[in-house]
């Protein structure tokens, strides 16, 4: 069946949607790394890594349905934040963004009836939802913790143990 013209638009922006969200969190890792907080760094490292491998789903998506692979550029990603928090709540609505732009990707494959899409999305949109939480998760802490900064340095060690976040410059560990 061949994928819809609509829907093929639609998943190689969202290649370009993932892609500029891992340059956002790699920004993010960047200006950690010059915090005391290291922790959070891998935290948004592994983070970054991972809007790339849904980059990827979605550009293996379409060349196994053989349709055409189109990348656009990625913008600049924001570089600067006022604190970890700062950088939570914007972590937090990129991720919502995020979740709408699968949302609507799903309605289209609804519209047309492609059900394997709809397949596809759905996992992605479930992804969305364990990522939102762990955000959210996070953020309620930081929240908790405000100024103090040896609630925060516990936060950081426990966010540089999050599964996958080993890696990262300096860390010595995997990529
Ligand atoms: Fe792939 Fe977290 O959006």
Redesign the pocket.
Known sequence: MTLDPKLTKLLNEQINN?MS?SYVYLAMAGWFERTPYTGFAKWMFA?SG??TT?ALKFYQYLVDRDAKVELQPIAQPKMDYSSVVDAFEYSLK??EK?TQQINDLYEVAEQVKDHASKNLLLW?LN??ME?EKTVRDMLDRLKLAGNDTASLLVLDREAGNRPGAGGGPGSGGRP
């Open positions: 993932e969200s983070q991972e809007e849904h990129q991720e995020v992605f992804e969305q990522e």
